[in-house]
Nanobody
Framework: QVHVVESGGGLVQPGGSLRLSCAAS????????MGWYRQVPGKQRELVAT??????????DSVKGRFTISTISRDNVKNTVYLQMNNLKPEDTAVYYC?????????????WGQGTQVTVSS
């Protein structure tokens, strides 16, 4: 079992910055990637950025050049990843979720955090 906790959301003006943090604990030895997703009411959860244990990152087109996902930092008890968000826009407003990804047979298992609200508004 993997336990995921996000932090760092809040209210920011357009053009501002926020940094989200995510810590995964528990059965972390099997984690091969972590990622950030976001969801607004009435819409499906969408990918924002992901990073593999080897450091390969992937971004949604809408955030390229503005958001940066860190590499996965590991110690004996947790894996940590950050999402630096710059030049925020109102359309970035959403609940942001962190995912810790592990193999489950031929599919990927996503362990999710509880989410953190990001609101971009003047």
């Amino acid at each position: 079992q993997v336990h995921v906790v996000e932090s760092g959301g809040g209210l920011v003006q357009p053009g501002g910055s926020l940094r989200l943090s995510c810590a995964a604990s528990g059965s972390i030895f099997s984690i091969y990637g972590m990622g950030w997703y976001r969801q607004v009411p009435g819409k499906q959860r969408e990918l924002v950025a992901t990073v593999t244990s080897g450091g390969t990152s992937n971004y949604a087109d809408s955030v390229k050049g503005r958001f940066t996902i860190s590499t996965i930092s590991r110690d004996n008890v947790k894996n940590t990843v950050y999402l630096q968000m710059n030049n925020l826009k109102p359309e970035d407003t959403a609940v942001y979720y962190c995912s810790a990804d592990s193999p489950a047979g031929v599919v990927t298992r996503h362990d999710w955090g509880q989410g953190t609200q990001v609101t971009v508004s003047s």
